[in-house]
């Protein structure tokens, strides 16, 4: 919700799970966020980052391994890591 001046004044800004896209709820406890930094050629962290959140039922499932390599390779962060097998 904005106020008047345009500012966000909600007390709870829900996140999404970017494995599964569902709702990460305030009684998620097992959940995490995971902020990757970019790096320049020397190896130096950058300002930006790519930011990842994974929901407490990935993590129970033990997929958040899987999870994150899938989102790294499609964001260009690894390369020849993940691959889909049936």
């Known amino acids: 919700m904005e106020n008047t001046e345009g500012r966000l004044v909600d007390l709870y800004i829900p996140r999404k799970c970017s494995a599964t896209n569902r709702l990460i709820t305030a009684k998620d406890h097992a959940s995490i966020q995971l902020n990757i930094a970019d ?26 391994d899987d999870s994150i390599n899938r989102l790294a390779t499609q964001d260009g962060y690894l390369k020849n890591v993940w691959s889909y097998q049936q």
Request: proline share 0%; hydrophobic share 40%.
């Open 39 to 64: 790096v320049d050629a020397e190896g130096r962290a950058l300002n930006t980052f790519g930011t990842y959140a994974l929901c407490g039922y990935v993590r129970k499932e033990a997929e958040a």
